[in-house]
C-alpha cells in the first residue's frame, strides 16, 4: 500500500492554538479585518498593547483557531478594542 493511498496522518492535523491570521479562513479573517477597520481610531488598544495581548492569546490552552473559548470571541478583534480584556484576568 503506497503512502497516497493511506494518506499521511501528519497532514489531517491542523493548527488549534493559532490566530487566524495564520490558519486558512479567509471568511473569519475577513469579518475580523473588517471589524478592525471600523473600530474607531479613538477605541483601538495602542499596537504593542494589542501585541502583548495576542502573544498572551498564543499562550494560552483556551484559543482555538482564533477563538477565546472562555468568552467567545474572535481575540485579533476583541483585543483590537481598548477595553478588550481576558476573562482570566491575564492582562
Ligand atoms: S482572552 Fe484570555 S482566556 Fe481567552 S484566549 Fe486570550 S488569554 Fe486565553
Known amino acids: 500500500m503506497s503512502e497516497n493511498s493511506i494518506g499521511n496522518p501528519l497532514k489531517k ?12 479562513d479567509k471568511t473569519a479573517l475577513e469579518i475580523v479585518n473588517k471589524y478592525k477597520a471600523d473600530t474607531p481610531e479613538c477605541d483601538r488598544a495602542l499596537p504593542e ?17 482564533g477563538v477565546c ?12 478594542r481598548k477595553g478588550g480584556a481576558c476573562p482570566l484576568k491575564l492582562f
Open 13 to 24: 492535523l491542523r493548527c488549534v492554538r493559532c490566530l487566524l491570521n495564520a490558519i486558512d
Open 69 to 80: 473559548l472562555k468568552c467567545g470571541y474572535y481575540v485579533e478583534a476583541r483585543m483590537y
Open 49 to 65: 498593547v494589542y501585541r502583548q495581548r495576542l502573544d498572551t492569546c498564543l499562550d494560552c490552552k483556551y484559543l482555538e483557531r
